[in-house]
């Protein structure tokens, strides 16, 4: 076929023939009951799975109420008070009224049981705050140390917990506490009554007109009755003709006064004073003047009489008067009073000194001025006698001495202090009655400052430094105070930190040893405890010595804090959480700055009246006693602390508190183990 044809060619359709089914085999039927039970194991055989790979997880809330749902994972069965849950991560979401919501992820491990603790953060609450009396422009509020506006003032947001709450009025005296806050949105009304900061001063002028000023500012004339603040101010009279009268007035609150009736006087004439001896009293018209030589300003008047006396002088009285603009000089001269003293010394041979002039041999009489000489008494091999006397006119004195050897006068003296192994100073002390502890009603007042009347009559020893770390280092070369946030606890210099109260009651057994003296300490059934009875060796302070020595220093009166009765400290009180250690503190004195992050040297702020340093501020102190909150209501004498306890009191405020109930003197804390704010001090009996 040509090539043409091929393409020429034309499809024919064919008749279409459907294919035959062949059967084969016989149809599948499927049995229902068969079916069900299969599926019922296939349940079983599940959930057996999940019973032997789940594990019993218990989620415990604070507060418990809180509503607990859980997603995410595979799915959980409640058995009990635990969630069925196999191992994986889940989300949990609690929520309770007060409370912010929790919503955090669950890591299930492989754990068999498992329990995961939340405590939720209560909502903020609202503190509503008023004054008695209602002040006209409204008296300042400050909660922890920031102002949150003037009453009455109702705060919406104030964090739960206790909070430091300070009012303040130009007019009425500041008034600080500590408010718990419930938190929860839960409302408080919170009342205080301010106590008047300002009291009433009559002032009277003969003659009367004078103009009254106060501190520069001219507020009334006399006859006045003026109101000031408390405090000191300078008050002037002044009235034309007539000499300007001032004088200095402290203000107590509410203590009004009535200032005696000011005679004011016209001033003229000058009146110079010389006398041979020198250093003679000057009283002209029953008004003392001072010592010569000297210079007065007198008023104008006629014959005032002009007395001068020195002690071992008669007296010279004359009469005298001044002119206006007149300068009159005197020159007096004071004839001697003279007494005898008879001295008689044993054994013979020595020298008497007086006035630190030497007389000779010691037996001898001498006539002396008729006032106070030092007597000073020498002799080769003996201890020196020193005293003072006072010569009588036309009484002779006897004076007998018998000297003693230097071991008999060094036994009979007692050492004001004494220096231990280590180089540390322990000043002499002598106690009395105190109250320890703080009354319910006082600001800031803690539950375990219980008030305990004290008797102390043994007296001691007590270190005027806190211990350094190169005194401990001594006992222990390989200690390392530490570090906290930046602050360097480690220097040479500064208290020791991070020891034990078992590492502290150590090294004073160490110390004793090391100066020959018996130990203080002995350990029965494991722990440590004063040896009874009491042995000289060094110990920790008791507490009531601590209270002693602290807030007792200055006198029978204690302030709250050690610089006074209201924050803030002032500058220099002492190294307590100032602003640069705000990022390392959760509370600290705003505006306070002690230049030290950290500790500073022992010894750097200035000591009290008996001589010992940073008892408050710079390191808490390691205390003897047991920490016990038990009332006792009978009078304790020289006690020890309790018998029994698990922890030790731990006193004084350190750099690490900035609160307003941390820096009272009655701040007490406990504890056991080294801490980097706790260092302590050594102490011992006299005998």
């Not at 008689?344 to 010691?362: F, H, K, N, Q, V």
């Not at 200690?479 to 020791?496: K, M, N, Q, T, Y």
Request: glycine share 8%; with cysteine; net charge negative.
């Amino acid at each position: 076929m040509s090539e043409q044809d091929q393409n020429n060619q034309v499809i024919q359709p064919t008749t279409f023939t459907r294919a035959e089914q062949t059967t084969s085999g016989r149809r599948l039927k499927i049995n229902p009951l068969t079916t069900s039970i299969g599926l019922v194991f296939l349940i079983l055989a599940l959930a057996a799975a999940f019973m032997f790979n789940a594990r019993a997880v218990k989620f415990i809330t604070t507060p418990p109420e809180a509503i607990i749902t859980i997603s995410g994972g595979l799915p959980t069965y409640m058995l009990g008070d635990r969630y069925l849950m196999q191992p994986g991560e889940y989300q949990l979401r609690a929520i309770a009224e007060g409370y912010h919501e929790l919503d955090v992820t669950v890591i299930v491990g492989p754990d068999a049981e498992q329990d995961f603790v939340y405590e939720m953060t209560k909502l903020p609450g609202i503190l509503k705050i008023t004054t008695l009396p209602e002040t006209s422009n409204g008296a300042e509020v400050l909660i922890d140390q920031v102002s949150v506006g003037q009453t009455p003032i109702t705060i919406d947001e104030v964090a739960a917990g206790p909070r430091d709450i300070e009012i303040k009025h130009p007019r009425f005296l500041a008034y600080q506490t500590e408010v718990v806050v419930d938190g929860m949105r839960k409302q408080q009304d919170v009342e205080f009554t301010l106590d008047p900061a300002w009291a009433n001063v009559t002032v009277t002028s003969l003659p009367e007109g004078a103009a009254v000023i106060v501190d520069g500012e001219e507020v009334a004339s006399t006859p006045a009755d003026i109101e000031l603040i408390m405090g000191s101010h300078e008050v002037r009279l002044r009235k034309p003709g007539y000499k300007i009268w001032q004088s200095d007035v402290v203000i107590e609150p509410q203590v009004d006064q009535v200032l005696p009736e000011i005679v004011l006087i016209k001033s003229d004439g000058k009146l110079q004073i010389k006398s041979d001896p020198e250093g003679a009293n000057v009283t002209i018209a029953g008004r003392y003047y001072g010592q010569t030589p000297l210079s007065v300003i007198v008023p104008p008047g006629d014959d005032y009489e002009l007395l001068v006396t020195r002690a071992g002088y008669n007296p010279l009285s004359r009469r005298i008067s001044i002119a206006p603009e007149e300068d009159t000089s005197l020159s007096l001269r004071l004839n001697p009073i003279v007494g005898t003293i008879r001295v008689a010394t044993s054994p013979a041979g020595a020298t008497l000194i007086i006035d630190g002039e030497e007389r000779g041999e010691a037996n001898q009489s001498v006539e002396l001025t008729a006032r106070r000489h030092d007597i000073r008494i020498e002799l080769p091999g003996y201890a020196p006698f020193t005293t003072e006397v006072v010569p009588q006119p036309g009484l002779a004195q006897q004076l007998n001495v018998v000297l003693q050897t230097h071991a008999e006068a060094k036994a009979a003296s007692i050492p004001q202090q004494v220096v231990t192994a280590t180089g540390d100073v322990l000043r002499f002390i002598i106690p009395d009655r105190l109250k320890m502890g703080a009354p319910r009603r006082e600001p800031g007042r803690r539950s375990n400052e219980i008030e305990k009347d004290v008797v102390l009559t043994k007296p001691f020893y007590l270190a005027e430094k806190e211990l350094s770390n190169f005194s401990f280092k001594q006992f222990d070369p390989g200690h390392d105070s530490g570090l906290l946030g930046r602050a360097l606890l480690s220097e040479d210099d500064r208290p020791v930190v991070n020891v034990s109260w078992d590492q502290a009651v150590r090294f004073c057994n160490w110390l004793s040893e090391a100066d020959g003296l018996p130990v203080a300490y002995e350990q029965k059934e494991g722990r440590w405890q004063l040896i009874q009875p009491a042995t000289t060796g060094y110990r920790l302070p008791t507490e009531a010595e601590w209270a002693w020595a602290s807030r007792y220093a200055g006198g029978p009166t204690p302030n709250r804090f050690p610089w006074g009765n209201n924050m803030p400290p002032p500058t220099g009180a002492g190294n307590f959480a100032d602003d640069s250690a705000a990022n390392m503190v959760p509370y600290h004195v705003k505006g306070y700055n002690d230049n030290f992050r950290g500790p500073a040297p022992s010894g750097t702020f200035p000591a009290n009246e008996l001589g010992i340093y940073d008892l408050a501020g710079n390191v808490s102190e390691w205390i003897n006693d047991k920490y016990s909150v038990a009332l006792v209501r009978e009078e304790l004498t020289d006690p020890i602390g309790p018998e029994t306890g698990d922890y030790h009191v731990i006193r004084g405020s350190n750099y690490t508190h900035g609160r307003f109930s941390e820096l009272r003197w009655t701040f007490r804390d406990y504890g056991l183990d080294p801490r980097p704010d706790v260092g302590f001090r050594v102490a011992r009996y006299l005998e």
